[in-house]
C-alpha cells in the first residue's frame, strides 16, 4: 500500500516562492500518475496539478499556470510542487494524489491521498 506525505508547506509572502513534496513509503510511485489539489476554507477542493508517470505530460489549473511547476524525481519517490508569484488566493492546504492510470483533473479520479500541507500567503 502507498502512503503519501507531504511537506514543505508554510507561511510566505505575497510574491515568494515555496516548494511543497509529495514522499512516498511502500510501492514505488514511479507507477502512478499524481496531482496536486488545494482546499482552502470554505470551499471545494480543487485542481492545481498533474504529471504522467514519466514526466512526458503535465497539466495545470489556468490559475496557476505560469507561477507553478509540477515535477517528479520517481528515483527519489518524490513529486515536487514549485510556487512562484505566490498570492494570497493561494493560501490553502496543498494535497498530493496519485492514480494508476494516466493523469486526470478531478479529485474523484485519484484513489490515493496525502494528509496535506498548509500554505498560506501574506498580503
Known amino acids: 500500500q502507498v502512503q503519501l506525505v507531504e511537506s514543505g508547506g508554510g507561511l510566505v509572502q505575497a510574491g515568494g516562492s515555496l516548494r511543497v513534496s509529495c514522499a512516498s513509503s511502500?510501492?514505488?510511485?514511479?507507477?502512478?500518475?499524481m496531482g496536486w489539489f488545494r482546499q482552502a476554507p470554505g470551499k471545494e477542493r480543487e485542481f492545481v496539478a498533474a504529471?504522467?508517470?514519466?514526466?512526458?505530460?503535465?497539466n495545470y489549473a489556468d490559475s496557476v499556470k505560469g507561477r507553478f511547476t509540477i515535477s517528479r524525481d520517481n528515483a527519489k519517490n518524490t513529486v515536487y510542487l514549485q510556487m512562484n508569484s505566490l498570492k494570497p488566493e493561494d493560501t490553502a492546504i496543498y494535497y498530493c494524489?496519485?492514480?494508476?492510470?494516466?493523469?486526470?483533473?478531478?479529485?474523484?479520479?485519484?484513489?490515493?491521498w496525502g494528509q496535506g500541507t498548509q500554505v498560506t500567503v501574506s498580503s
Open positions: 494524489a496519485a492514480r494508476t492510470f494516466s493523469p486526470s483533473t478531478s479529485p474523484g479520479m485519484y484513489n490515493l
Open positions: 511502500g510501492r514505488t510511485l514511479s507507477n502512478y500518475a
Open positions: 504529471i504522467s508517470r514519466s514526466s512526458s505530460n503535465t
